[in-house]
């Protein structure tokens, strides 16, 4: 069923690219001043007990920050029919990579595993439990997973479509705790379903394999899994997610200790044969060493650049001296950076880093930079905008525009940045007062909050 007028009237901050249909698969829309985002309605307008539950659970996931999640930018669960929107996320779903490319290697499973863990922990911290983690709710963007739906299972769960005889979540990936009637559903339900997410990962099979549902969750309940194929680096920590008891499972801090020395450093590619030339989500250190180490804030490892001193070849090198040209107009130094990158791509990385600590720079100029500095490379200029937007030396005005500029790439990034810098109480009154605006300049539900969380 295709959205009547008066729907698409309900919802008027959003542009269809297709039409929307009243299921649970998502429509991809625009926003006036947004990247794509990601439509879901509800069938279950009509129970009562949904909408109280879908509301609350809305308000909830709306708080939820972190790189690793698909942030909701807006949602109306009083509308008819109640309709949710998330940031859209480029990137096939686990199940598709994994379908279409076979089964990830050891590292890039553990660096799944990593982003997971930190989306699970960003949802965890608000007070939700995802319910439904599955390779479909998992998404492989260029910098890394993303988890989306967390939310939404709890909404389902008790109304009058479900309280009968169907049970909320897909049974492959359900804990034993939700298979049960009563069952206490917490954090370490997540964790049941992050091992076997990790055990699909690896091996293209389900742990407690395929057949009748009922079947599945007989065996997800009372019989233990089949992890045969499970490489051994990993066999440790899925079959201690695993585990029938709650009680038994490990922390999801303990979980990234484990995955931590097992993965590597490279971008996410959902060819598990191929490696790019720079970790995610980079961050750059405070102090220019003998060689600029760019390191991964997820797992160890790190790209290492030139420092181009006196004694550098490149030092005499026309674009190089021109971006050092402080005659010049900062625009200009930031274009010779990038023309360089063309014979020279990681000489023009160390030079964006060093203008981007150029102090005789303003920090709008350095900002300005750090934008130039996505032509060359997108996730080192991302680290540059977020490491300004942390920079205690700026005022509150140049950190927020920072952080905005973010937005515009990376939508969810930046919002989760924001949020960030609005909660921190680290940072001075009006850094923390207009970052919540500008969060509330682009979803004015979650800026009112953190204004209130404020005062």
């Known amino acids: 069923m295709y959205l009547t007028p008066r729907q698409e009237y309900r919802c008027p901050r959003w542009r269809r690219q297709r039409p929307f249909r009243q299921t649970h698969t998502p429509a991809i829309i625009r926003a006036p001043d947004h990247d794509e985002s990601t439509h879901k309605e509800s069938r279950y307008g009509d129970d009562v007990e949904f909408r109280r539950r879908f509301a609350a659970e809305v308000t909830a996931a709306q708080r939820v920050g972190g790189f690793y999640t698909a942030q909701v930018v807006d949602a109306d669960p009083h509308a008819d029919p109640p309709w949710m929107v998330t940031a859209y996320v480029e990137g096939p779903s686990l199940g598709r990579a994994v379908a279409e490319h076979g089964p990830l290697a050891v590292e890039r499973v553990a660096r ?14 608000c007070g939700l439990v995802h319910r439904d983690l599955k390779p479909a709710n998992v998404l492989i963007a260029a910098d890394g997973p993303r988890v989306i739906d967390f939310g939404i299972s709890r909404a389902l769960d008790g109304t009058s ?9 897909t049974p492959a990936y359900m804990s034993p705790e939700q298979v049960r009637a009563g069952g206490q559903v917490g954090p370490p339900s997540d964790v049941f379903s992050l091992g076997s997410v990790l055990a699909f990962a690896a091996t293209g099979l389900t742990p407690f394999g395929i057949g009748h549902p009922h079947a599945v969750l007989f065996r997800v309940v009372h019989q233990g899994p089949d992890l045969s194929k499970v490489p051994p680096a990993l066999l440790e920590l899925i079959a201690s997610c695993l585990n ?40 750059v250190p405070a102090s220019p060493p003998s060689e600029i180490t760019v390191r ?7 790209v290492r650049l030139p420092v181009i001193d006196k004694d550098h070849p490149l030092a005499r090198h026309p674009l190089v001296q021109k971006a050092r040209d402080h005659a010049l107009p900062p625009w200009q130094r930031g274009d010779a950076a990038a023309q360089l ?7 023009a990385i160390a030079l964006f880093i060093e203008l981007s600590r150029d102090q005789a720079l303003a920090p709008s100029d350095r900002i300005a930079t750090a934008k130039t500095a996505l032509k ?24 927020v525009d920072a952080a905005e500029r973010l937005t515009e790439i990376d939508f969810t990034a ?40 404020i005062e």
Not at 114 to 123: F, K, N, Q, R, T
Not at 161 to 169: L, N, P
Not at 380 to 394: K, M
């Open 112 to 125: 799944l595993g990593a982003g997971l863990v930190e989306g699970l922990a960003a949802i965890h911290e």
């Open 161 to 169: 479509a479900t309280a009968s005889t169907a049970i909320v979540g």
């Open 244 to 283: 029938k008891a709650p009680d038994g499972r490990p922390t999801l801090d303990q979980a990234l200790a484990l995955l931590i020395p097992h993965a590597d450093s490279s971008m996410w590619s959902v060819h598990t044969g191929e490696h790019a030339s720079a970790p995610y989500p980079p961050t």
């Open 296 to 302: 991964s804030a997820a797992v160890p490892g790190s």
């Open 341 to 347: 990158a063309d014979s020279d791509r990681e000489a």
């Open 376 to 399: 060359v490379d997108r996730e080192i200029g991302l680290a540059l905008l977020r490491a300004h937007a942390r920079n205690q030396n700026f005022n509150a005005i140049d950190r």
């Open 414 to 453: 930046g919002m989760a940045l924001l949020t960030e810098m609005a909660r921190n109480s680290s940072n001075e009154e009006m850094t923390r007062w207009h970052a919540a605006q500008a969060v509330k300049h682009r979803h004015y539900g979650q800026g009112e909050a953190l204004l209130k969380e």
